[in-house]
């Protein structure tokens, strides 16, 4: 299975092409099917999140909002990579604050925790060019759960 890819440049449509692009891999023959139903659930949510991230809080100052999303099966597991053009963030720094501050079942704020929960690798970094790029794997064999701070 090849990945998936898609470039957004209206970020009214990001989360529900990032769904389609989901709805896609599960609707090709031998797509997600080496993968289980919750690791591919998982995935989508994840990805979902981010999505949701860039479009409530990324600054893009005066550019054109352009939000590049690859996604593909690879063997146990779903690779993710999203590339975009914000001012970005310190993703280990709001991870290590929302870890140690939040209080217990907030209303906001758990997104990035869940996400990092979810994935198995997830790396977070400014490129040579100038963009910033969201990898993310999320395992057959990991248990989520496990890593969830409440």
Not at 59 to 87: L, M, Q
Request: proline share 4%.
């Amino acid at each position: 299975m090849e990945s998936v890819k898609q470039r957004f440049c209206e970020l009214s449509t990001l989360v529900a092409g990032v769904h389609q692009i989901f709805d896609q891999l599960c609707g090709d023959s031998g797509g997600y099917a080496c993968l289980d139903e919750d690791t591919f659930y998982r995935a989508k949510l994840a990805a979902h999140e981010w999505a949701a991230n860039l479009v409530q809080h990324a600054s893009f100052d005066n550019r054109k909002p352009e939000v590049d999303v690859d996604v593909w099966p690879n063997g146990n597991k779903i690779e993710c990579v999203f590339e975009d053009n914000s001012d970005g963030f310190d993703l280990d720094s709001i991870l290590e604050q929302r870890s140690n501050g939040l209080s217990p079942l907030p209303e906001r704020g758990m997104g990035l925790l869940m996400l990092s929960a979810c994935t198995s690798e997830l790396s977070y970094e400014k490129t040579e060019g100038g963009i910033y790029r969201l990898r993310f794997s999320v395992h057959s064999e990991a248990d989520p759960w496990l890593n969830i701070p409440f």
